[in-house]
């Protein structure tokens, strides 16, 4: 299995707020990936890197920033938590196994980090 | 506007049979189209890649189809068994070549015994 992890695993917060999940990776991997998958809209994509302080925003990209100071962490941070940003947040890495500028395309999943905002 | 569609309700079908899955989208030009497989409570697994220059690829008892013309991909399962039951996802790159991957709402498949 790719070296992804993902937390915290579970948080329960209250609107208004700030919340950061973290996701790391041990594969050297280029990009890195947020989803949130929500019952009815499948995973729809919040934010990318296509490299160490290099994003782009997804679908669903408000209210969400991220940064990546590193090639193996890639935070997501929610400024001020919404009820509506309840959701299961799954991180996800791709790349070539070298580190290098090509990509086999293929994505590996993190277990998932499910936020509960009250 | 931009789309990617698939069956949102859920296919049964009896075990052996060949399962048919199909993924549209509206306003992309990818590159590349994956298929993923989705337990509950757990992230996707990754199934097979196509890219726009192919027509076909078969993995096992596996085999997806893309047809650029038509903006569609099936996914086919043959030989179905009650363990392949599970959520199944097709994801295309935004932009091409950009691996920036967005997912459609995914296809529930339930092989009967």
């Known amino acids: 299995d790719a070296g992804i992890t993902q937390s915290p695993r579970h948080k329960v917060t209250e609107t208004g707020t700030p919340v950061t999940l973290r996701c790391h990776q041990t594969?050297?991997?280029?990009?890195m990936y947020w989803y949130r998958q929500d019952p009815g809209h499948g995973l729809r994509l919040i934010h990318y890197?296509?490299?160490?302080?290099?994003?782009d925003k997804g679908e669903v990209s408000d209210g969400y920033s991220v940064s990546r100071s590193k090639t193996e962490d890639f935070l997501l941070t929610l400024e001020s938590a919404t009820s509506s940003q309840t959701s299961v947040y799954f991180c996800a890495i791709s790349g070539s196994p070298s580190g290098g500028p090509t990509n086999t395309g293929e994505l590996f999943f993190g277990e998932g980090s499910r936020l509960t905002v009250l | 506007s931009q789309k990617i569609e698939q069956n949102s309700e859920a296919l049964n079908i009896q075990e052996g049979k060949t399962a048919t899955l199909t993924c549209n989208y509206t306003?992309?030009?990818?590159?590349?189209l994956q298929w993923y497989r989705q337990d509950p409570g757990r992230g996707p697994v990754f199934l097979l890649l196509i890219r726009e220059n192919e027509k076909e690829k078969r993995k096992e008892r596996l085999k997806v189809t893309f047809d650029t013309t038509l903006k569609q991909s099936l996914f086919h399962i043959t030989a179905s068994q009650p363990a392949d039951s599970a959520t199944y996802l097709c994801?295309?790159?935004?932009?091409?070549?950009?691996?920036?991957?967005?997912f459609g709402t995914g296809t529930r498949l339930k092989v009967l015994a």
């Open positions: 306003n992309y030009s990818p590159a590349y």
């Open positions: 890197s296509y490299g160490v302080k290099d994003t």
């Open positions: 994801a295309l790159d935004a932009s091409s070549g950009t691996y920036k991957y967005i």
């Open positions: 594969e050297n991997h280029r990009y």
